[in-house]
């Protein structure tokens, strides 16, 4: 069982930036691997970051490459904090972001292979 709290999100112009912090906490933490997901009215969920979970290297959409870093502090046993750093904000990247875990040796990165999700918090863009 994991636990994800979100917490970052808020308003902000286009060009502007923010970070995200996505808190785990449970048990075990180190079988589970982290991502952010966003959706935005309308659309579909996508994934926007991921850490592996054996190699600890951090996979972007293309269209965050260059704009968006995730990161994570030192993985403890039962608690973890992971971020996602957000520059040169679009009007585009508006949607709900939610931090999400899946076991690390589950093969895909689709939206049903993570298990558990947090609230989602709201970045908003503006042009």
């Known amino acids: 069982q994991v636990q994800l709290v979100e917490s970052g999100g808020g308003l902000v112009q286009a060009g502007g930036s923010l970070i995200l912090a996505c808190a785990a906490s449970?048990?075990?933490?180190?079988?589970?691997?982290l991502g952010w997901f966003r959706q935005a009215p309308g659309k579909d969920r996508e994934l926007v970051a991921h850490?592996?979970?054996?190699?600890?290297?951090?996979?972007?959409?293309d269209s965050v490459k260059g704009r968006f870093i995730m990161s994570g502090d030192n993985a403890q046993s039962t608690e973890r904090t992971v971020y996602l750093q957000m520059v040169t904000l679009k009007p585009e990247d508006t949607a709900v972001y939610y931090c999400a875990a899946k076991p690390w040796w589950t093969v895909g990165s689709s939206v049903s292979d993570y298990g558990y999700w947090g609230q989602g918090t709201q970045v908003t863009v503006s042009s």
């Open positions: 850490i592996a979970g054996r190699t600890g290297v951090a996979s972007y959409k």
């Open positions: 449970g048990r075990r933490l180190s079988d589970f691997e």
